[in-house]
Each structure stands twice: as structure tokens, then as C-alpha cells.
């Protein structure tokens, strides 16, 4: 297989798996909104075919149109009795279009710049994030949101300004910690050592998730290191077709991880699922392919990481009601969506409310929000329907992403919402518990 492109000429094999039954059209979103049959998976999978046998173009513009409104959340694999693998030919499809359609529009341009010449250097990338921070801790993109100067500008810019002032959303922190109890250290020595992957937007505007998610290791006897030569994921880049830019950071992170047998824990359902696919990213590279075997297969999410131990259980955290929305690449991906409810039962009381279509995708689907701007906001409307119906004033979910998105739309919508991290909500529960020092309890 050529490197520097996944061509659909060569996923033959995955292309014919599909059997045409039409189950997968009502698990996905796009095809729910417009009917349209070219926005569901069978007749996306038909245009793919169409491309790899030469009978389509791959700068055509009805391939480009629908691969583009595809939110890539792959709940069609989960319904699919052929156990088609979407998500790989998805990933082809846009490697075509980055290949040969580069002229999509001034938003995609942009896009190609910053994956290229911010995303693959870490410097840049940090200076951008420490922008970001500065806009949303400095009470600035507050203030273009409130007075409604960011609308006056564009409906995109507005909403990416939402999205950055709903990265601060965490749970209200009261009360004093105390010293941690004799069972963590009992503990550590049993459980071993974990490795933390930080990401590239959790350790640019969720710092406190990975914060959160070591402390929580540490009090069920696992210990946390975090290997500082490690990049970005490569999620974005894959998703925008960019393949050669996603290799170029998986390698980068298998190397990272290296010399290393400990489980690599994530908290981003994004991520995990990326990490878990370098196996097949990077099939054709003869150099790293049994790395990468061998890395995906430590990758856990931090909810399957305490899946299989008795994980200590905290103490009650408020009445407040909360509900959990499944990030799709956590459930479909990772396939772990359980694991974080499993999670949320170590708190005590907690006041638990069930979100009808929780399984559904909320319509971030990483930069989708901001590139297909219309469908992902009616993708997004029916998400904050559903929590508005909920009444919960918490929602917990397992990426950042998912955290941006739904609370951007619910800051916009004036819904009264927390959006956090399910590991915060147990970090908290361990903070009142007692289970930190003072000098770790700062840092909440």
C-alpha cells in the first residue's frame, strides 16, 4: 500500500463486506436530518466503491459533499450484520480528497494549514493552545460572547469562541481534603504503573482532566508517569484526510512508549480510539507495524483501566442531578461505553438520570463543528433537547470534544449545564472522601 495515501483501490475486500441491508441508515445521524440516502453509510460505502473501481471521480463533487458531511461517529459498524469497517474506508476516502480535491473552500484551506504547520510542531502547537488560554482565562472570549460582538463577525466564529469558553465547565469544589488513606498505600504496590497519554487539547485547555485522572490512579494503587516526548494523537489529521501527517505523529508516539509494558491510559475517547487504530494506520510501514501492534494493544481508557479492579468508592458529592452522554469514539471506537458508567457507580448517592440517546453523536466530531457548521448544529439541537428533557444539571462525558461542543451549545442556548469529565465527578468524590493531601487538593 502507498504511504502517502490510503487509496480505496485497495480496500476492495472491506468495500464488498457492505450487503446492502440498510440497517445502518437509522443509527446515523446525518441520514436521520436530510433522508438523503448519499448521507447514510450504505450509499456513502456505494460512492467509495465507485471511487476505488474507477467509476467516480475522487475530486467529484457529490463524493467530496457527502464524504465531508460524514460525522465519522461510527454508529453504523455497531448495527452493521456484516460488521462492515466503516471507519478505516472513511478514513481512505478522505485521504483521496486530501489528495486530490485540495481547493475545498477557504475553511478546508485553513484547515490544511494549521494540521501541517501548527499541529506538527509542538512549539507552535503550545504557543496556539497558550493563546487559547489567554482568551478564555483573560474573560475575553466571555466578553465577545456576551455583548454579541463574535456574531456581528460570523455564526462560526461565535460558536468556536463557545467552544473555547465551555473548555473552563468543571464541578462546583467545596469543602477541605485531608491526608490519603492507609489503602492507597497498601494498594500501590499491587496495581503498578499505568502511562498517561495527556493529548494535545487535554493538556492545552483540560489540564485539570489529566490532573484528575492521575489522582484517581494513584488512590486505586497505580502509579502515573506521563512520557514527555510524546505529540498529538493524530485524530484530526485523519480525520481531515491529512494520513501521511497522522503517521507522522503515530510514529512519533510509538516511539514515545517504547521500551515500555505498562498499559497506556488515555481519557479522551478520541484519542483512545486513534491509538488503538495505528495498527491498521500504519499496515504498510514494514519499520513500525509490529510497534504499533503491540502499542494499540496497551491502549485502556481510564474507565477500562479501573474497570477490572474493586476501584475505592468515594463519598457522596451533592443532590444534584447528572446524566452521562457516550462519546461515540469511546463507545463505537473504544467499544467502552459501559466502562464509564461502571465508573460514575463508585460514587455513592450520586443522583443519576438517564439520557435518551446517549449512544447518538452530538454533532462535534472533532473540527466537523466548525468546517460542516449546519449539520452539526442540527445534530447538536437534538442532543440538547434530550438533556433539556433529562433535567440534569451535570452532564459527564468522556472526551473533550463532546465536553466543547454541548456545552458550547448549551451556553448559547442559555441551558443551565455543567459539562465535565466523568473522572472528575470521581475525583471529586475522592476529594471529599479524603483521600488527598492539602498540597494535592490545590490543584482542583
Wanted: proline share 4%; charged share 20%; hydrophobic share 40%.
Amino acid at each position: 500500500m502507498d504511504l502517502l495515501k490510503a487509496s480505496l483501490a485497495n480496500e476492495e475486500p472491506k468495500l464488498l463486506a457492505c450487503i446492502h441491508c440498510g440497517l445502518c441508515l437509522e443509527a446515523c445521524p446525518t441520514y436521520v436530518i436530510t433522508g438523503d440516502e448519499n448521507d447514510g453509510p450504505r450509499g456513502r460505502l456505494y460512492l467509495m466503491r465507485a471511487v476505488g473501481e474507477g467509476r467516480l471521480g475522487s475530486a467529484s463533487p457529490s463524493f467530496e459533499k457527502h464524504i465531508d458531511r460524514c460525522l465519522g461517529c461510527r454508529a453504523c459498524e455497531s448495527v452493521c450484520p456484516a460488521g462492515v469497517e466503516y471507519g478505516d474506508l472513511l478514513e481512505a476516502s478522505r485521504g483521496e480528497l486530501f489528495s486530490s480535491a485540495p481547493d475545498r473552500g477557504l475553511v478546508y484551506s485553513f484547515l490544511r494549514v494549521v494540521l501541517r504547520h501548527v499541529w506538527l510542531q509542538p512549539a507552535r502547537l503550545k504557543l496556539a493552545f497558550g493563546l487559547a488560554r489567554f482568551m478564555r482565562n483573560s474573560g475575553l472570549a466571555g466578553l465577545l460572547l456576551r455583548t454579541k460582538l463574535a456574531r456581528l463577525l460570523s455564526l462560526r466564529f461565535e460558536f468556536g469562541l463557545a467552544l473555547l469558553e465551555s473548555s473552563t465547565g468543571k464541578p462546583k469544589v467545596i469543602g477541605e481534603g485531608s491526608p490519603p488513606s492507609k489503602r492507597q498505600t497498601e494498594t500501590e504496590r499491587a496495581n503498578g504503573k499505568a502511562l498517561l497519554f495527556s493529548g494535545c487539547v487535554n493538556e492545552g485547555l483540560f489540564a485539570r482532566v489529566n490532573e484528575a485522572t492521575a489522582r484517581v490512579l494513584e488512590v486505586n494503587g497505580c502509579g502515573v508517569q506521563s512520557p514527555k516526548d510524546q505529540v498529538c494523537c493524530g485524530a484530526l489529521h485523519a480525520h481531515a484526510g491529512d494520513l501521511e501527517g497522522a503517521r507522522q505523529l503515530a510514529r512519533q508516539n510509538i516511539t514515545a512508549f517504547a521500551n515500555k509494558s505498562a498499559p497506556i491510559v488515555t481519557n479522551a475517547g478520541g484519542c483512545g480510539a486513534m491509538l488503538l487504530s495505528y495498527s491498521h494506520l500504519l499496515a504498510g510501514d514494514e519499520s513500525f507495524v509490529e510497534a504499533a501492534r503491540q502499542f494499540s494493544a496497551r491502549v485502556r481508557d481510564i474507565s477500562q483501566q479501573l474497570e477490572p479492579v474493586e476501584a475505592v468508592r468515594g463519598s457522596p458529592i451533592g443532590k444534584e442531578k447528572v446524566t452521562c452522554d457516550l462519546s461515540c469514539h469511546l463507545l463505537y471506537g473504544q467499544r467502552a461505553g459501559d466502562a464509564s458508567l461502571k465508573m460514575l457507580s463508585n460514587i455513592p448517592d450520586l443522583n443519576f438520570v438517564p439520557l435518551t440517546g446517549a449512544e447518538r453523536c452530538c454533532g462535534g466530531a472533532g473540527v466537523y463543528n466548525l468546517v460542516e457548521r449546519e449539520m452539526s448544529q442540527g445534530v447538536l439541537v437534538e442532543k440538547l433537547a434530550a438533556i433539556k428533557d433529562s433535567g440534569a444539571e451535570i452532564l459527564v462525558t468522556g472526551n473533550g470534544g463532546c465536553q466543547m461542543q454541548i456545552g458550547a451549545g448549551a451556553l448559547l442556548s442559555d441551558l443551565r449545564l455543567t459539562v465535565c469529565h466523568p473522572i472528575e465527578l470521581l475525583d471529586e468524590s475522592y476529594r471529599r472522601a479524603g483521600y488527598y493531601t492539602e498540597n494535592e487538593d490545590q490543584h482542583l
